[in-house]
T-cell receptor, first 111, second 117 residues
Framework: GNSVTQMEGPVTLSEEAFLTINCTYT??????LFWYVQYPGEGLQLLLKATKADDKGSNKGFEATYRKETTSFHLEKGSVQVSDSAVYFCALSDSGNQFYFGTGTSLTVIP | EPEVTQTPSHQVTQMGQEVILRCVPI?????FYWYRQILGQKVEFLVS????????KSEIFDDQFSVERPDGSNFTLKIRSTKLEDSAMYFCASSPYLTESTYNEQFFGPGTRLTVL
């Protein structure tokens, strides 16, 4: 079946630190992979996506590369800001009709 | 920018009571979804809805649950007789017509936190 395993949180970093949030997946077929972000009081927002192996999704300084050989889609950012404080969800979809999410990783960035 | 809205933001109910969670999807979207997240656990798919009928549902979506699009704008999730284990955050999502470029794009609301006492 399909599932996503995501790095446990919470994660606390100082401003300008390097961020990695690990995500691995199990899937039948060839899924698309996503990172969603949830800011306090808001909905889940699509941060980036990759639809096939070796694709790199990027947005707002965040990047993730679809690695089929390691079944991973780790989220990275070179220099985090206080405004990046949020909960980050890794997800996959293999049909467009249903998403499978990880548990979410809470990130707090301190000045 | 259009967004999915959900009401209420927090609902408290007694066990055995019926609750209706409301969602207003983005206006030109055709596909609608409900997900839930029990505290500390994964966001789980409940049901998808298209063309006024359920297109897919998970094992969680049993006879206690129902969905409806009562008018042209609202999309509701009803839990007929709530249990303690229904306490969770419920997310509504919607998708536009699924083309090659919009494939897999789901837009989520802020969620309704349901607490069953």
């Amino acid at each position: 079946g399909n599932s996503v395993t995501q790095m446990e949180g919470p994660v606390t970093l100082s401003e300008e630190a390097f961020l990695t949030i690990n995500c691995t997946y199990t899937a039948t077929g060839y899924p698309s992979l996503f990172w969603y972000v949830q800011y306090p009081g808001e909905g889940l927002q699509l941060l980036l996506k990759a639809t096939k192996a070796d694709d790199k999704g990027s947005n707002k300084g965040f990047e993730a590369t679809y690695r089929k050989e390691t079944t991973s889609f780790h989220l990275e950012k070179g220099s985090v800001q206080v405004s990046d404080s949020a909960v980050y969800f890794c997800a996959l979809s293999d049909s467009g009709n249903q998403f499978y999410f990880g548990t979410g990783t809470s990130l707090t960035v301190i000045p | 920018e259009p967004e999915v809205t959900q009401t209420p933001s927090h609902q408290v109910t007694q066990m055995g009571q019926e609750v209706i969670l409301r969602c207003v999807p983005i206006s030109n979207h055709l596909y609608f979804y409900w997900y839930r997240q029990i505290l500390g656990q994964k966001v789980e798919f409940l049901v998808s809805f298209y063309n006024n009928e359920i297109s897919e549902k998970s094992e969680i979506f049993d006879d206690q649950f129902s969905v409806e699009r009562p008018d042209g704008s609202n999309f509701t999730l009803k839990i007929r007789s709530t249990k303690l284990e229904d306490s969770a955050m419920y997310f509504c999502a919607s998708s536009p017509y699924l083309t090659e470029s919009t494939y897999n794009e789901q837009f989520f609301g802020p969620g309704t936190r349901l607490t069953v006492l």
